[in-house]
């Protein structure tokens, strides 16, 4: 599996490490919602199909990235910056 890093081009999955959920909303640090933080912290959905992943080229540039991935067939539909869609979604 390749990932097309946007400063490296793309390079092999084992330059990569998975670096978690980018479709989770962090609760408010304030929060004592139990519920809310202990959904946070444990539940782990298992989508089927397109899933939004952070992900660091640490065998290369040491890019955070935001991929998105069909967990079905493990194509790569996109990667950038992390910080630029973070930017972009506000
Ligand atoms: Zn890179």
């Not at 444990?42 to 290369?60: I, K, T, V």
Request: hydrophobic share 30%.
């Amino acid at each position: 599996m390749l990932i097309s890093c946007p400063h490296c081009g793309p390079r092999d999955l084992a330059e990569f490490t998975y670096q978690g959920d980018a479709a989770r909303t962090r609760p408010d640090p304030a929060s004592t919602d139990t519920a809310a933080w202990h959904a946070y912290v444990y539940e782990r959905p298992n989508p089927a199909g397109l899933h939004r992943e952070y992900w660091q080229h640490s065998g290369g540039c040491r890019s955070h990235l935001l991929v998105v991935r069909d967990t079905v067939s493990h194509e790569i539909v996109s990667a950038e910056f992390a910080r630029k869609a973070r930017e972009k979604t506000g």
